[in-house]
């Protein structure tokens, strides 16, 4: 089945440090993918939608400036935490979707964040 | 705009019990429903889906059908094992979100005990 890699898996950093985070379609052109961030015993909240070769849309309430989002190619898509603070601390989970409509979403593994 | 809602858990079981979670939605138009799963520290892995009113989908033993009459995509296993303690997200997407995003549930935890 199509699997999408995440990566890393687990990061723990010091605040204010910049973290980026890879989403990669291993085998379909994803010619979009969602970034989502979970706090624990929740559902995922969709953070942004990213299209490849243009600008992500973000939802209300997400900051743009401290959550980068990059779609170079139709494989990957990154997410950078810029600067991140304990608040940040969370697991971030990207999905890709294939280009036709109605497929399902395939989720990576995703990434657990913790800011010290 | 589109909603989700599925039955509180946690969900308690004994292996080999029957489970049944419950999820009905609000949406504009046909909307394509999913299931996903999560097991602990993962991503969600699809579980199964439907498309189209009174399609089933099935996977690993679990079954949904699309029932639009009553809006609702329940979810069932027969018999269940202590590998099926996870937690189980009802989703959709329709036209009105641009067949892209997903709506989800809040998830309903399962455990399994032997």
């Known amino acids: 089945g199509a699997v999408v890699s995440q990566h890393p898996s687990w990061v723990i950093c010091k605040s204010g440090t910049s973290v980026k985070i890879e989403c990669r379609s291993l085998?379909?052109?994803?010619?979009?993918m969602f970034w989502y961030r979970q706090f624990p015993k929740q559902s995922l909240m969709l953070m942004a939608t990213?299209?490849?070769?243009?600008?992500?849309?973000?939802e209300q309430g997400v900051e743009k400036d401290k959550f980068l989002i990059n779609h170079a190619s139709l494989t990957l898509s990154t997410l950078t935490v810029t600067s991140a603070h304990p608040e940040d601390s969370s697991f971030y989970i990207c999905?890709?979707?294939?280009?036709?409509?109605?497929?399902?979403?395939?989720f990576g593994d995703g990434t657990r964040l913790s800011i010290l | 705009g589109n909603s989700v809602t599925q039955m509180e858990g946690p969900v308690t079981l004994s292996e080999e019990a029957f489970l049944t979670i419950n999820c009905t939605y609000t949406?504009?138009?046909?909307?394509?429903l999913f299931w996903y799963v999560q097991y602990p520290g993962e991503g969600l892995q699809l579980l199964l889906k439907?498309?189209?009113?009174?399609d089933k989908g099935s996977n690993k033993g679990f079954e949904a059908t699309y029932r639009k009459e009553t809006t609702s995509f329940h979810l069932e296993k027969g018999s269940v094992q202590v590998s099926d303690s996870a937690v189980y997200f009802c989703?959709?997407?329709?036209?009105?979100?641009?067949?892209?995003?997903?709506?989800f549930g809040a998830g309903t935890q399962v455990v399994v005990t032997p």
């Open positions: 999905s890709a979707r294939a280009t036709l409509l109605g497929q399902p979403q395939h």
């Open positions: 085998d379909f052109q994803a010619t979009t």
């Open positions: 990213s299209n490849e070769g243009s600008k992500a849309t973000y």
């Open positions: 949406a504009t138009g046909y909307p394509s």
């Open positions: 439907a498309t189209k009113a009174d």
């Open positions: 989703a959709l997407t329709s036209s009105e979100n641009s067949w892209g995003k997903l709506q």
